[in-house]
């Protein structure tokens, strides 16, 4: 059951949601992932904002997406996957090496 009655559905805003991955990732991954625009779903019994991280620098901006990860709708508590550090850097450093900017390119 997603909420009693007369208990909210939702305890955190899109805004919070997205701030709470903003700054985990900053504070445990890098500071150039960050998360953008989450979309509301049902997921596995419970509502979750799924939100989409992108990887981006100063100089040179938005660089592509590299994953996504779910806030609980009604807790506020990151979903963090086993290994999810790992395959966020993995997709990161797919991502920068394929780009035209790349020092391999």
């Given amino acids: 059951m997603i909420a009693q009655p007369g208990e909210p559905i939702v305890n955190i805003t899109a805004r919070e949601a997205r701030h709470k ?3 985990y990732l900053g504070r445990d991954v890098s500071l150039m992932m960050q998360g953008i625009d989450p979309a509301l779903l049902y997921s596995e019994g419970r509502l979750i904002w799924r939100v989409p991280i992108e990887l981006a620098s100063p100089m040179r901006g938005h660089i592509g997406f590299i994953g996504t990860l779910d806030v609980d ?5 990151l979903i963090i996957p086993a290994n999810f ?6 997709n ?6 394929s780009s035209p900017y790349s020092p391999e390119s």
Avoid: D, M, W
């Avoid at 550090?85 to 993995?90: D, G, L, Y």
């Fill in 21 to 23: 991955v903003t700054s």
């Fill in 73 to 77: 709708a009604r807790a506020g508590n």
């Fill in 85 to 90: 550090v790992e395959e966020i850097e993995a």
């Fill in 92 to 97: 990161a450093h797919a991502l920068i090496k």
